[in-house]
């Protein structure tokens, strides 16, 4: 059976791209059904439309309240009956509501090497600490910031001559194999969450 994918993105949608790419494959086992993004015009949505994957966007300034956002985010989301949903460079937290719709199959890619530097400046906050190896990690969202629990990392060097663009660039290499390859496995074999360890398979 061919996994559905619900893919949320808020950019330029360079993992969401690899994800379609290995989707091309039925042996990989997924299919994105849907793409979804927090903002209009953005290179992550025409990445879906033009492989003519459905797309939608809920702007947190419509709606009246975060929560009333967040609802109608789940609900959207809940309309492709996805059986895994894959924060690729979504840069919003979600919320209560959605957690209770989809809680336990929505995982996020966090561009640093967790516990460590969560939050919305991974790249920057890892090179001002001068860390000589970072990378990304693969999670399980819950309610928290960067805290859910790890499905798996990846690991780069930091170079001396490093800015915080060529620091991510290499980041985002390793994160987008990263994650081809853990959605695949976790998309073929299943998986399993037991307290803060995750199985796959
Ligand atoms: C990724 O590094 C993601 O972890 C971070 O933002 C980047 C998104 O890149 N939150 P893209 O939109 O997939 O190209």
């Known amino acids: 059976m061919t996994a559905r994918l619900v893919v949320l ?6 993992n969401l791209q690899a994800l379609l790419d290995a989707c091309a494959d039925p042996a990989y086992g997924a299919e994105v059904v849907a793409v979804g993004a927090d903002r209009g015009d953005i290179e992550g949505l025409s990445r879906a439309e033009r492989v003519g994957v459905p797309t939608f966007v809920l702007k947190v300034g419509d709606f009246a309240t975060r929560e009333a956002w967040d609802a109608a985010l ?17 840069m ?19 561009p640093a090497l967790s516990p460590s530097f969560p939050g919305m400046h991974g790249p920057a906050d ?10 990304a990690t693969l999670f399980v969202v819950d309610p928290g910031v960067d ?6 990392q990846t690991v780069v060097p930091v170079e001396d001559d490093d800015t915080v663009e ?35 398979g």
């Open 9 to 14: 993105v808020s950019g330029s949608g360079t």
């Open 74 to 90: 789940a609900e959207s989301v809940a309309a492709y009956e996805p059986d895994l949903v894959v924060l690729a460079g979504f």
């Open 92 to 110: 919003k937290l979600v919320g209560s509501a959605f957690l209770t719709r989809h809680g336990g199959r929505v995982v996020n890619t966090h």
């Open 126 to 135: 890892a090179l001002e600490y001068g860390v000589k190896v970072t990378g």
């Open 147 to 152: 805290t859910g629990q790890i499905v798996a």
């Open 166 to 200: 060529s620091l991510h660039e290499r980041i985002k290499v390793a994160e987008r194999a990263m994650l081809v390859d853990a959605v695949g496995r976790m998309a073929r074999e299943g998986f399993v969450v037991t307290g803060r360890r995750v199985r796959i």
